[in-house]
């Protein structure tokens, strides 16, 4: 059971159609179950706070299940300018809110490209 495995990992709220997940303990591995992202295609809010284990390859595994994401909060991970350029390849169409605060693999030079490349974005937190 994929769902009840999520809710104990993580918090889960289904609001109007809309999903939202907010977890600290979902790792990399687990981004790539394929049970896992077909039953959360549709969701729109992903945070994933203090994951020092999500990586540009765990980026690379959120592109590819969750292509409908409008807020991605990826603060104190450790993406790369790589992982954001992929971000902007994916969700420019949707993303409106990028949060990757401390985050000491990103560069000014990859936060002033994301917010050239992301035209909806109306909210980035790099602090």
């Known amino acids: ?23 600290n ?11 896992l992202s077909d039953h959360f295609r549709e969701l729109r809010m992903l945070s994933l706070v203090l994951g ?3 990586t540009d390859a765990s980026v690379a595994a959120i592109s590819k299940c ?10 104190g991970s450790s993406i790369s300018d790589m992982g954001l350029g992929m971000i902007c390849n994916v969700f420019p169409e949707t ?4 949060l ?3 985050c000491p693999n990103i560069t000014s030079s990859g936060i002033q490209f994301a917010t050239a490349q992301l035209p909806l974005l109306g909210l980035i937190d790099c602090g």
């Open 52 to 54: 020092s284990e999500i």
């Open 95 to 98: 993303l409106t809110r990028l």
């Open 66 to 75: 969750y292509s409908n994401l409008e807020l991605l909060d990826l603060s």
């Open 25 to 35: 303990f979902i790792s990399q591995k687990q981004l790539y179950q394929p049970t």
């Open 1 to 23: 059971m994929v769902y009840k495995t999520v809710v104990a990992m993580s918090l889960m709220v289904i609001s109007r159609g809309n999903f939202y997940c907010v977890s």
């Open 100 to 102: 990757v605060a401390l």
